[in-house]
């Protein structure tokens, strides 16, 4: 099971980090990847690292803005989120695939996801 926490409402330019925590599962097993719905709109991929963190992929939407990691150790993945937009607006969502390499699908359930609300 994954919980997303950390969104927020921030000012444009700001910044944010948000905290994926699995538990239940041998967490360095999987890739994990961040998506965000905003209202009105479809779900889409933002980041993803592989396993061991040594691969990361973004969409070019939020590359050179945010930067996603992990720390197995502690069951927990980020996505550290800066120069934040009003078009970075949505509900950000994590989820955990058993795919090599920094690729995450979509799952069959995607839990609560956190806020994430940039006001211009």
């Known amino acids: 099971q994954l919980q997303a926490c950390g969104g927020g409402l921030v000012q444009t330019g700001g910044s944010l980090r948000l905290s994926c925590a699995a538990s239940?599962?041998?967490?360095?097993?999987?890739?994990v990847g961040w998506f965000r719905q905003a209202p009105g709109e479809e779900r889409e991929f933002v980041a993803a690292i592989s396993r061991g963190g040594g691969s990361t992929n973004y969409a070019d939407s939020v590359k050179g803005r945010f930067t996603i990691s992990r720390v197995n150790a502690r069951n927990t993945a980020y996505l550290q989120m800066n120069s934040l937009k009003p078009e970075d607006t949505a509900v950000y969502y994590c989820?955990?695939?058993?795919?090599?390499?920094?690729?995450?699908?979509?799952?069959?359930?995607w839990g609560q996801g956190t806020q994430v609300t940039v006001s211009s």
């Open positions: 239940g599962r041998t967490f360095s097993n999987y890739a």
């Open positions: 989820a955990a695939d058993t795919t090599l390499g920094a690729v995450v699908r979509a799952p069959d359930d």
